[in-house]
């Protein structure tokens, strides 16, 4: 079974709406993170946020947020007033446990596309 | 503060040639892993190494990929000889300990090596 869903491939959002990226996650453990990163075409992945399992509000970097959803295991990520250089392929990544034999789990990436 | 680099940024090789692969993590950061990622899906990790000590390398495919990280700093990835499904972006990233014990762990990206074998 996937750890990390991504149902959305791809997106197209006109220029300043606020878009919703989703993401749900599969996992047994208490103890968990949860990561967004953004990768635009020039490669690298960038970090835009973090949510841990125990962490009571959601988290939130500048133009982004972290709706989560701890029952629905759902982590999506927010960013408001979106511009072209948003441009780029979103990942939802989990780290499970705390243990030094973790890793990062990874979804399959949605493809978004802001139009002027 | 500078962040994890890697070198080269692009390398077009031909099948059964050699190929390395090398990264500089953030200063401080004992943590480094080395990540594949095909077109269009998430990074795979290949290894991960705890100061020198490379403590998950199940995914490495150890008949030709090999890595080093000999003083705990900087790291080479290498593989020999490259076959054509080895055409991928490889990916340094580096995370701290300290971080993990808070739980904040994050892992930090280079701009990834792409490669294209012939």
Request: hydrophobic fraction near 30%; aromatic fraction near 12%; proline fraction near 4%.
């Amino acid at each position: 079974a996937q750890k990390i869903t991504q149902t959305q491939p791809g997106m197209f959002v006109q220029e300043k709406e606020a878009v919703t990226l989703d993401c749900t996650y599969d996992t047994s453990d208490q103890s968990y993170g949860l990561f967004w990163y953004k990768q635009p075409s020039s490669g690298e992945m960038i970090f835009l946020i973090y949510q841990g399992s125990y962490d009571e509000q959601n988290a939130t970097e500048g133009r982004y947020s972290l709706n989560f959803q701890k029952a629905r295991k759902s982590a999506n990520l927010v960013i408001s007033a979106s511009q072209l250089g948003d441009s780029a392929m979103y990942f939802c990544a989990m780290r499970e446990g705390m243990d030094s034999n973790y890793q990062l789990i990874w979804g399959a990436g949605t493809k978004l596309i802001i139009k002027p | 503060e500078a962040g994890v680099v890697q070198s080269p940024r692009y390398k077009i090789i031909e099948k059964k040639q050699p190929v390395a692969f090398w990264c500089n993590p953030i200063s401080g950061h004992n943590t480094l892993y080395w990540y594949l990622q095909n077109l269009g899906q998430g990074p795979e990790l290949l290894i991960r190494y705890e100061n020198e000590e490379a403590v998950d390398d199940s995914q490495l495919p150890k008949d030709r990929f090999s890595a080093e990280r000999l003083k705990g700093v900087d790291s080479t990835l290498k593989i020999q000889p490259a076959e054509l499904g080895d055409s991928a972006v490889y990916l340094c990233a580096s995370s701290s300990q300290e971080d993990r014990g808070r739980g904040t762990d994050t892992q930090y990206f280079g701009p990834g090596t792409r490669l294209t074998v012939l």
